[in-house]
């Protein structure tokens, strides 16, 4: 029974036994069926070659080929590529923006919150259509006619690969703060005034606050961005196949594009599913790597 | 707040530093606009083949024509629409309703296995969507037979692990007496959830609503595997094999876009609140 | 009590609305048209006879500009022709066409027919997935058609499906630019050129203002789905008309076909072509057309001079739906350049109706019933419409017959060109076994397809490129499944 003595310890209700089941039999019985199984089965058919009308085993093949692909390494470097120029940038813009934000009004901060917001909202679909024509290589494409105002001849933009990851960077760099934004807002704004009075008591300055003060406290808020946005990055795979498709010559294939080729242009299933596994290992292994060093002292 | 020194001079001073920071934030807002922007502008175009010279930044005239023409397309283009609608509409309420039952009973009733279950759900999160695609694919469609089909659409998104984890993390702030004190007067554990924890919840359940319709509304990989018939795709897949079919109809292409877009910043604008705050749920401690 | 009254109404509404979700599917009417193509028979298996109700599918691309609008047409002439029968279209774009089937073909559901290019016939043969109708087409049916395009709808022993046309793949002059630029196209059409020729006519097509180019000599559509088809037209006339030679080795590794990518490379130099040509897709390059970009485009149709023609009229009609800055246009039959001082070969194309198995095998009926459908789609009524729009000839009896009555204005000498073309038409090689035409569509796609896209945006050189195919090809083939010269 609860006694006000008590101090404030969660304590759970005793369930009702079949009910506490009941709650989340629907969850488990959707996870089961479309993740869990799923996950086993592409276990299965990694070792296998899929042919429609019945397929065969073929043991490790499908690692080994994907070990000794050229196509697969190189699409891990790219991803790496496009997750270092992507992530890290993302993170600090964003982090600057809601700096920015920060002393401003509250309407004005939610202005600016949705502002940022809004293109997450429209579809990827519908955002790869208008910067397909943003970058139209002729001379008359957006982009171009921007550059041209400096002087640069216009550039082929999707079309070499100087280029095409370039483009397909800058595109992240523009549309996908929101989130990050009014994260990193919340969190600035949980910070507790009394560490700035002790600051400014000791004189301490904007700069010296902001790192002393402001940094640490958004350590977890940065370590769950981190691992969120570079989990996401790894599996990035809608931009590059909309955009460039892939290439040219394999330059945009990401690993996420690459199984989807793999998956559903030459059906080759086994295969695929051999490379997805070998991605969510990496994953893991990056993710693991992350709290290790950076979560030290971060209990999540 | 503190951050910034308020006592810094005067309040000129502070005026000044305020308006050099909304004109800085204005000029990202501008780039980061720009291509919805640009997408709109450019869907009241003239529908003809364009791909020529230039695009401009402000169209000569105004008309709603390459509006008809998208719609013209097919005569299912109305239809992808409708069932966006009905495969977001249905994911909506299905993951409403069940995640935060999950998300309940993870958070506050004990029962065996409880620790390992939700850690096992937690893990599906770090699986990257292409493990599942193939062998999902090969379900619906070899195994079940249920390709190009509402079941195919709404059945694996039914209840997300997502969403249970929000759930999971806003339940975590209701105190328990509460529930305690209804055990005690009496009432059974449906009536605890519907009557007491609902209402309290309304928040994460609105939030959880927005996000999922958003997601399913948006998405365009699944629905682009598993659809094989025009009559069944949403608006994203038709938006896709619009372009593909009509590679320089340009303005009727940003017609489509704008039309696959709009219904979310409605929704976005008028639900504003909601969208900002569940962003912030299970991200940010406290 | 008023609460678990609630409960139950909601998991009430769930249960309905989620059998409601499974029993509203999207082509689920009791034909069974998206399932495999036995249970739709073997819901009719119970009568012998022939008039068991069954349903027949198909996945049509835009073959010709009208042909999309006339599909609620054909599927009432072809139930009326066969009461018991119904055929269900289900349109696609060209882009996509492949992508949907091969996604149907591999998940063990295909169409019952798709209209594809007959190269592709060896892929599914490959696979077990197309299906022989060799013992229901009736002597009728195969009887309709000219003896050369029905070669190319067969594999080894089997006929997998009917030709709806046989097309020459050419290149399209705008009349008025050539004849500026001092080139006799009517002795082109005649006589052909050599690519040194041609090089030579190109740049003289080229129109620049200080750095700008606003006209160019030739552009071909390199982008989306046109990737396969500069190299693969072009080959041809280097002296590899085929990926096989007769003696079934390789062909793309023979030095011929690394001077046909430093000829193809070198005309990007020249200034001739664009040299974002890695970008123009099928709309572009006949855009650029229309609007007086480039002299000469390909590839060429025979029924781009039927557009061209329709546009010429919405301009004189003033009515702003003519392209937008477009320009009146002549359209012009030319063939393509040889290469290496090979002989011309055209490339000549048959494309039509290919018939698929599912999973299970149709029963004999079904079969029928699909020969029946194909032969329909493509003679009589249907094929004499659709290669009148495509200016094609036309391959069937029937489709001559009913082809009568149509009037069609083309320029006398484009068709004489398409003669002169048809008349060194690739031969059909059906003797080329099925695994080793699978085997050279992978190296395209995965190999040539890709490398292409980085030789004409300049990033590798031709003897780059050259290398990779003939690597590839050494892997698939061994050293001594290639040419080597």
């Not at chain 1, 369930?15 to 089961?32: E, K, M, Q, R």
């Not at chain 2, 980061?32 to 401009?56: C, N, R």
């Not at chain 3, 023979?254 to 123009?280: A, C, F, H, W």
């Not at chain 3, 003797?431 to 395209?444: F, M, N, R, S, V």
Request: some cysteine.
């Amino acid at each position: 029974m609860a006694q006000s003595a008590q101090p404030a310890k969660k304590s759970k209700i005793k369930g009702d036994g079949v009910w506490d089941y009941a709650f989340i039999a629907v969850a488990l019985i959707v996870y089961a069926m479309f993740t869990a199984y799923p996950v086993l089965s592409a276990f299965i058919i990694s070792f296998q070659e899929y042919k429609p009308l019945g397929s065969t085993y073929i043991g490790f093949d499908n690692y080994a080929a994907t070990f000794k692909d050229d196509l697969f390494w190189r699409s891990i470097k790219n991803t790496i590529v496009y997750t270092v120029l992507t992530v890290p940038v993302a993170l600090l813009l964003s982090f600057l923006v809601a700096i920015m934000i920060l002393p401003l009004r509250k309407k004005l901060q939610t202005v600016f919150k949705a502002v940022y917001y809004l293109p997450v909202v429209a579809s990827g679909v519908a955002l790869s259509l208008v910067w397909l024509w943003i970058f139209d290589p002729m001379p008359g494409g957006i982009f171009n006619q921007f550059i041209g105002w400096f002087g640069a001849h216009n550039q082929n933009w999707l079309g070499s690969s100087a280029t095409a990851m370039f483009s397909l960077v800058i595109m992240a760099w523009l549309s996908s703060h929101g989130a990050s934004i009014i994260i990193y807002l919340a969190a600035l704004l949980g910070i507790d005034d009394s560490y700035y009075e002790a600051a400014d008591l000791d004189g301490a300055s904007f700069l010296q606050k902001l790192w002393h003060i402001v940094i640490p406290s958004l350590k977890p808020t940065t370590l769950f961005l981190l691992v969120t946005a570079i989990i996401g990055s790894f599996q990035v795979f809608q931009n590059a196949y909309l955009m460039t498709g892939g290439g040219p010559d394999h330059a945009t294939t990401m690993v996420g594009l690459l199984i989807f080729d793999n998956a559903f242009k030459y059906f080759e299933f086994g295969k695929a599913a051999a490379q997805s596994l070998i991605l969510a290992l990496i994953i893991a292994l990056v993710s693991l790597f992350q709290f290790k060093f950076l979560g030290k002292d971060v209990d999540y | 707040m503190s951050l910034y020194n308020n006592n810094t001079g005067s309040r000129a001073g502070k005026t000044a530093r305020n308006t050099v920071i909304v004109v800085l934030l204005l000029l990202f807002a501008l780039a980061t606009l720009f291509p919805i922007y640009f997408m709109v502008i450019s869907s009241f175009g003239d529908p003809v083949e364009a791909g020529a010279v230039s695009y401009s930044l402000w169209p000569g005239k105004f008309t709603l024509e390459s509006y008809s023409f998208f719609f013209n397309y097919s005569k299912y283009s109305y239809r992808w629409i409708l069932n966006s609608t009905i495969v977001a509409g249905a994911v909506t309420i299905t993951n409403v309703f069940f995640a935060t039952m999950a998300g309940y009973a993870f958070s506050k009733l004990r029962f065996k296995g409880r620790g390992v279950l939700f850690s096992i759900l937690l893990a599906a999160m770090m699986i990257p969507y292409q493990v599942t695609q193939v062998p999902l694919y090969i379900l619906i469609v070899n195994t079940f037979h249920i390709e190009n089909t509402f079941s195919a659409l709404i059945l694996p998104g039914l209840v997300t692990v997502y969403n249970v984890f929000l759930a999971k993390q806003f339940m975590s702030s209701i105190p328990t007496e509460i529930m305690e004190s209804a055990k005690v007067e009496g009432c059974s554990q449906l009536q605890i959830f519907f009557r007491i924890i609902m209402p309290l919840s309304k928040t994460v359940m609105a939030v959880i609503a927005i996000l999922t319709f958003m997601d399913s509304w948006n998405t365009f990989f699944w629905p682009f595997l598993v659809t094989n018939t025009m009559d069944m795709q949403t608006i994203q897949v038709g938006l896709k094999n619009f372009r593909f079919a009509n590679t320089t109809y340009f303005s009727p292409m940003m017609a489509g876009a704008t039309i696959s877009a709009v219904p979310m910043f409605i929704l976005f604008f008028s639900l504003q609140k909601y969208f900002l705050e569940g962003v912030t749920v299970g991200a940010v401690k406290g | 009590m008023m609460n678990k009254g609630k409960a139950l109404s909601l998991m009430l509404a769930a249960t309905l609305s989620v059998s409601a979700l499974t029993a509203c599917g999207g082509n689920k009417n009791d034909n069974g048209a998206s399932s495999p193509a036995a249970s739709g028979s073997a819901a009719a298996s119970g009568s012998a006879s022939s008039g068991a109700k069954d349903t027949i599918t198909a996945l049509l691309p835009p073959v010709s500009p009208t042909y999309q609008d006339n599909f609620d047409q054909m599927e009432k002439d072809f139930n009326a022709k066969y009461p018991n029968l119904t055929l269900k279209i289900e349109p696609a774009s060209w882009e996509d066409m492949t992508q949907k089937l091969d996604t149907q073909v591999n998940a063990g559901s295909p169409p019952d027919i798709a209209f594809i290019g007959s190269d592709g016939i060896s892929k599914y043969v490959q696979q077990g997935m197309a299906l022989d109708l060799t013992d229901v087409a009736t002597p009728d049916m195969t009887g309709d058609y000219d003896a050369v395009p029905l070669e190319y709808m067969k594999n080894g022993n089997g006929l997998y499906g009917f030709p709806a046309y046989m097309e020459v793949h050419a290149l399209g002059g705008n009349k008025q630019f050539l004849e500026e630029a001092g080139i006799d196209w009517k002795k082109v059409q005649k006589d052909g050129w050599t690519y040194d020729e041609f090089r030579e006519a190109i740049k003289k097509g080229v129109v620049k203002s200080g750095d700008k180019t606003s006209r160019y000599g030739f552009v071909f559509a390199t982008a989306g789905v046109a990737s396969k088809d500069y190299l693969g037209i072009m080959a041809k006339s280097a002296g590899m008309p085929a990926a096989f030679t007769k003696d079934l080795k390789y062909a793309y590794t023979s030095k011929n076909y690394l001077e046909l990518l430093t000829d193809l490379r070198q005309m990007i130099d020249d200034g001739s072509m664009p040299k974002e040509l890695s970008s123009v897709d099928a709309g572009k390059r006949w855009n650029m057309f229309l609007t007086g970009q480039t002299m000469i485009t390909g590839k060429g149709l025979a029924t781009f001079e039927n557009s061209a023609k329709k546009n010429n009229a919405k301009i004189d009609a003033n009515d702003g739906s003519a392209v937008k800055d477009s320009i009146k246009v002549d359209y012009i039959v030319l063939p393509v350049p040889t290469f290496a001082g090979a002989a011309p070969v055209s490339s000549t194309v048959v494309d039509g109706y290919v018939a698929f198995r599912g999973k299970k095998e149709p029963t004999a009926e079904h079969k029928a019933n699909i020969a029946k459908a194909a032969y329909f789609l493509s003679s009589g009524k249907v094929a004499a419409t659709t290669n009148n729009d495509l200016f094609a000839a036309h391959i069937t009896k029937s489709g001559r017959e009913a082809a009568a009555s149509m009037t069609i204005d083309r320029s006398a000498d484009n068709v004489a060109a398409v003669e002169t073309m048809l008349s060194h038409a690739a031969p059909a090689r059906p003797d080329i076994p099925a695994e080793l035409g699978a085997k050279a569509i992978k190296i395209e796609n995965e190999v040539i397809v890709p490398k292409m896209q980085a030789l004409l945006a300049g990033e590798i050189k031709p003897q780059d490129m050259y290398d990779a195919v003939k690597k590839a090809a050494i892997d698939a083939f061994g050293q001594d499944g290639i040419v080597q010269d």
